[in-house]
C-alpha cells in the first residue's frame, strides 16, 4: 500500500498571503496525484489531476508540482473561501487508492 | 450537468445489511469506472471499492468478502452491498467517478450508521 503523508497537519495564514501544502508518497506514483478540498458538510472537490493540472473551472490561484514521491498543492493568495481542508490522492498503485491524512488550512 | 444521487443509507444493527445506490446522469456511465469512497465523522477519506464498465472489481481489505460492488449500466446505477455491518464501516459513503480517472465527479454522500 502506498502511504501519502501530508504536511503540514494544520496551516494558519491570513487572506492574502500563499499556501503552501506538502504531500509525500512512500514510493514513487509518477504523476499520478491529486489534490481535492473538502468544506464541512460538502462533497470534496477534485482540484489538482496528475501532479500539475487543474481541474475543470478551478482559479488558477490553485498550482500543483512535483512529481515521484515529493508533492506541492500552492495557493498564491488566499481567498476567505480557500480555508478548507484538503487532501492528496494517488491513482498509481492501486487497489488501494489512497489519499493523505488532510491538512487543515484555518484562518490565522 | 452531472449528478450522481446516493441512496440507501441509514441505521443498522452490526451484524447486518444494506444496499446503496446511486443514480448517474450527465455523463457516459457505461464507460466509467465508478467507486464508493467512505468518511467517517471528523475523519478523512478512505476508499472502499472501484469498479469499471466492464464489470472488474476491487476492494479495500478490510471489506473484502463483506461488501460487493455492482453496476446496472442500462439503469445508469452503481450499488455497493454492505453484509456483516461493523461499527467501524459508520460513515458518509460517497459514489465517485473512478479512480482509472481523477475522482471528478462525487455525489453528496449517504450516511450508514451500524449500532445497537
Known amino acids: 500500500e502506498t502511504v501519502l503523508t501530508q504536511s503540514p497537519a494544520t496551516l494558519s495564514l491570513s487572506p492574502g498571503e500563499r499556501a503552501t501544502l506538502s504531500c509525500r508518497a512512500s514510493?514513487?506514483?509518477?504523476?499520478?496525484l491529486a489534490w481535492y478540498q473538502q468544506k464541512p458538510g460538502q462533497a470534496p472537490r477534485l482540484l489538482i489531476y496528475d501532479a500539475s493540472n487543474r481541474a475543470t473551472g478551478i482559479p488558477a490561484r490553485f498550482s500543483g508540482s512535483g512529481s515521484g514521491t515529493d508533492f506541492t498543492l500552492t495557493i498564491s493568495s488566499l481567498e476567505p473561501e480557500d480555508f478548507a481542508i484538503y487532501y492528496c490522492?494517488?491513482?498509481?498503485?492501486?487497489?488501494?487508492?489512497?489519499f493523505g491524512q488532510g491538512t487543515r488550512l484555518e484562518i490565522k | 450537468e452531472v449528478q450522481l444521487l446516493e441512496s440507501g443509507g441509514g441505521l443498522v444493527q452490526p451484524g447486518g445489511s444494506l444496499r446503496l445506490s446511486c443514480a448517474a446522469s450527465?455523463?457516459?456511465?457505461?464507460?466509467?469506472?465508478m467507486s464508493w469512497v467512505r468518511q467517517a465523522s471528523g475523519k478523512g477519506l478512505e476508499w472502499v471499492s472501484a469498479?469499471?464498465?466492464?464489470?472488474?472489481?476491487f476492494y479495500t481489505d478490510s471489506v473484502k468478502g463483506r461488501f460487493t460492488i455492482s453496476r446496472d449500466n442500462s439503469r445508469n446505477t452503481l450499488y455497493l452491498q454492505l453484509n456483516s455491518l461493523r461499527a467501524e464501516d459508520t460513515a458518509v459513503y460517497f459514489c465517485?467517478?473512478?479512480?482509472?480517472?481523477?475522482?471528478?465527479?462525487w455525489g453528496q454522500g449517504t450516511l450508514v450508521t451500524v449500532s445497537s
Open positions: 450527465g455523463f457516459t456511465f457505461s464507460n466509467s469506472p
Open positions: 465517485v467517478r473512478g479512480p482509472d480517472q481523477p475522482f471528478d465527479y
Open positions: 514510493q514513487s506514483v509518477d504523476i499520478y
Open positions: 490522492q494517488q491513482r498509481k498503485l492501486w487497489p488501494p487508492i489512497t
Open positions: 469498479i469499471r464498465g466492464g464489470g472488474g472489481t
